[in-house]
């Protein structure tokens, strides 16, 4: 999955600018406005999400509320979930940990059939 894929799964929104949802930056980078969960005004938008492979924080806090709200909160399957997580940075010591947890987010939205 692409950082844009998690991030819509996450709750945040893509505005639509023009016909391809993208505008033109300096140097001719296509550039996507994004609200962010929680955001409500259009100027709130950003031209990006964050680089969940690459950040920790942002994995847990995005992703995890949205893998906590689809586990219904239960502490037991939230611990399953971080355990195997944690199993994982463990046996993976030269793979970043917010890629290991963002392929186990991979997993869990495959598992529960992309809802």
């Known amino acids: 999955m692409t950082e844009q894929e998690l991030a ?3 709750g945040f929104k893509q505005l639509p600018l023009g016909k391809k949802g993208y505008h033109f930056g300096i140097g001719g980078k296509k550039i996507m406005n994004w ?3 929680g955001d409500i005004e259009t100027w709130q938008a950003r031209d990006h999400v964050p680089y969940f492979t690459d950040s920790s924080d942002a994995c847990f806090d ?6 906590r ?3 219904n909160n239960n502490e037991l399957r939230c611990y399953d979930f971080l ?7 463990a046996m993976s010591p030269n793979e970043r940990p917010a890629a290991l947890f963002c ?9 529960q059939g992309n809802s």
């Open 83 to 89: 355990n195997r997580w944690i199993s994982d940075v």
């Open 8 to 10: 819509k799964w996450a």
């Open 69 to 71: 709200e689809k586990l």
């Open 103 to 111: 392929k186990h987010v991979e997993r869990f939205i495959e598992e």
């Open 35 to 37: 609200l962010y969960p």
């Open 62 to 67: 995005f992703l995890w509320p949205k893998v």
